[in-house]
């Protein structure tokens, strides 16, 4: 059974600051690993999905990236900002079963 | 891409009393629906797993009785929970997924039972 775990639990940082959240999975046999952000009381927002055969994707100030092999993958925040305070949340799609398995969550805060 | 819809997104009910929360997929053909909840502070773990036409597929300690899964069209499910108890209290996301595997979450629903 895949387990997906995310460390840290909680970061706090000072604003300006470049981050990594660090996302492990048992299981590397997976279609694609996804990041999400989570609010408080929100629902979730995606913010980077890679594919099985990719090694990381780009958005703005998020890279993220997957090394399926050792069953790892890392969420670099550039240049953090207040607005970037939520929970991060990785998930995984195993090849063969289109549900999701999610990890506990980093809750990140960004000082000002 | 899709736009998913919950109804109600918060609710507040006694005890025992039974609570029916929606799920809708607008301008987007539903083939599957996944129910998961996710208590205080604690991440996503699905409930089931939900074909339309189909009965649900329930994961190992989620009850299938408990927890009432309908998915008769292609634009909505709907999870009925029976006699809610306090520990029931948790968020319930849907997320919609279609011939691809692009999947669309809904915006969540927070039940608290009283």
């Known amino acids: 059974k895949q387990e997906v775990t995310q460390i840290p639990a909680a970061l706090s940082v000072p604003e300006g600051e470049n981050l990594v959240l660090n996302c492990s999975f048992t299981?590397?046999?997976?279609?694609?690993l996804q990041w999400f952000r989570q609010d408080p009381g929100k629902g979730l927002t995606s913010l980077l999905l890679?594919?099985?055969?990719?090694r990381e994707q780009t958005s703005g100030r998020l890279n993220a990236s997957l090394d399926k092999s050792s069953g790892r993958s890392t969420l670099y925040i550039a240049a953090s900002q207040p607005g970037d305070s939520a929970t991060y949340l990785c998930?995984?799609?195993?090849?063969?079963?289109?549900?999701?398995?999610f990890g506990s969550g980093t809750r990140l805060q960004v000082q000002p | 891409g899709a736009v998913v819809s919950q109804h109600p997104s918060w609710v507040i009910c006694k005890s025992g009393t039974s609570v029916k929360i929606e799920c809708r997929s607008l301008?987007?053909?539903?083939?599957?629906m996944f129910w998961y909840r996710q208590f205080p502070k604690q991440s996503l773990m699905l409930m089931a797993t939900?074909?339309?036409?189909?009965?649900?597929?329930?994961e190992q300690g989620v009850e299938k009785d408990k927890f009432l899964i309908n998915h008769a069209s292609l634009t909505l499910s709907t999870l009925t929970v029976t006699s809610a108890h306090p520990e029931d209290s948790s968020f319930y996301i849907c997320?919609?997924?279609?011939?691809?595997?692009?999947?669309?979450f809904g915006p969540g629903t927070r039940l608290t039972v009283l």
């Open positions: 998930a995984v799609m195993d090849t063969g079963r289109r549900a999701l398995t």
């Open positions: 299981d590397s046999a997976i279609y694609n």
């Open positions: 890679i594919q099985s055969s990719q």
């Open positions: 301008d987007f053909q539903a083939t599957t």
């Open positions: 939900s074909n339309e036409g189909s009965k649900a597929t329930y």
């Open positions: 997320v919609v997924a279609g011939s691809t595997d692009t999947q669309y």
